[in-house]
């Protein structure tokens, strides 16, 4: 079982919708959880940082942890087609620990 | 903000050569840098860790006498595949964890994509 699970997808919604993105992790030990975007042939870039549960904003982005049924998501709202890439959500048992990633959701906004 | 500069961006090798890849901090210290490798359509699997002046540790699998890591500096480590086969083609990442100040989530170099002929 991998510590991090993620549905590969693609998904692919129309411009302006609102985009759910989920994970689920093993290890109850982690806590410290972050969602990144990757573009093609790009190195990962953070997103959302959060510790613990509970939820984080930062503009259009909203991540939310949820500790007690080990469930990671991230929401989108008025997506753009910018927003077209691969997420990634990651967990790490310390702030300076080894970072963990899901296997990564391929999106793709529609004009 | 943090920036991690990876070069060669891409590289072709020929079948039983060696690559070097490098990671550099540009504006900050890191005493870790981690090294991921990423198939197509695949999520980043940690290859190793280093840490400034001491033997870098790997992840079970990963062929330590096959990928050298050196990390002499706060801010520089390198990669070395050696003898590198047409398996070994991937996209190799590595990240920082700065000395000091902003550490969570870590930065990102841009990734250098391996082709082995």
């Known amino acids: 079982q991998k510590e991090v699970e993620q549905d590969p997808g693609p998904l692919s919604v129309p411009e302006g919708a609102i985009v759910s993105l989920n994970c689920t992790y093993s290890n109850s030990a982690f806590q410290y959880f972050m969602w990144y975007r990757q573009y093609s042939r790009k190195g990962p870039e953070l997103l959302m940082y959060?510790?613990?549960?509970g939820n984080k904003e930062d503009g259009r982005f909203t991540a939310q942890v949820d500790k007690s049924s080990k469930y990671i998501s991230l929401f989108i709202r008025d997506s753009q087609p910018s927003d077209s890439a691969t997420y990634l959500c990651?967990?790490?048992?310390?702030?300076?620990?080894?970072?963990?990633f899901g296997s990564g959701t391929r999106l793709s906004i529609r004009p | 903000g943090a920036v991690v500069s990876q070069h060669p961006s891409w590289v072709i090798c020929k079948s039983g050569t060696s690559v070097k890849i490098e990671c550099r901090s540009l504006?900050?210290?890191?005493?870790?840098m981690f090294w991921y490798r990423q198939f197509p359509k695949q999520s980043l699997m940690l290859m190793a860790t280093?840490?400034?002046?001491?033997?870098?540790?790997?992840e079970q699998g990963v062929e330590k006498d096959k990928f050298l890591i050196n990390h002499a500096s706060l801010t520089l480590s390198t990669l070395t595949v050696t003898s590198a086969h047409p398996e070994d083609s991937s996209f190799y990442i590595c990240?920082?964890?700065?000395?000091?100040?902003?550490?969570?989530?870590?930065?990102f170099g841009s990734g250098t994509r391996l082709t082995v002929v």
């Open positions: 959060t510790y613990s549960s």
């Open positions: 990240s920082a964890r700065p000395v000091e100040g902003q550490r969570y989530g870590y930065t």
């Open positions: 280093s840490n400034e002046g001491s033997k870098a540790t790997y």
């Open positions: 504006d900050f210290q890191a005493t870790t």
């Open positions: 990651a967990a790490q048992y310390s702030s300076a620990s080894k970072i963990i």
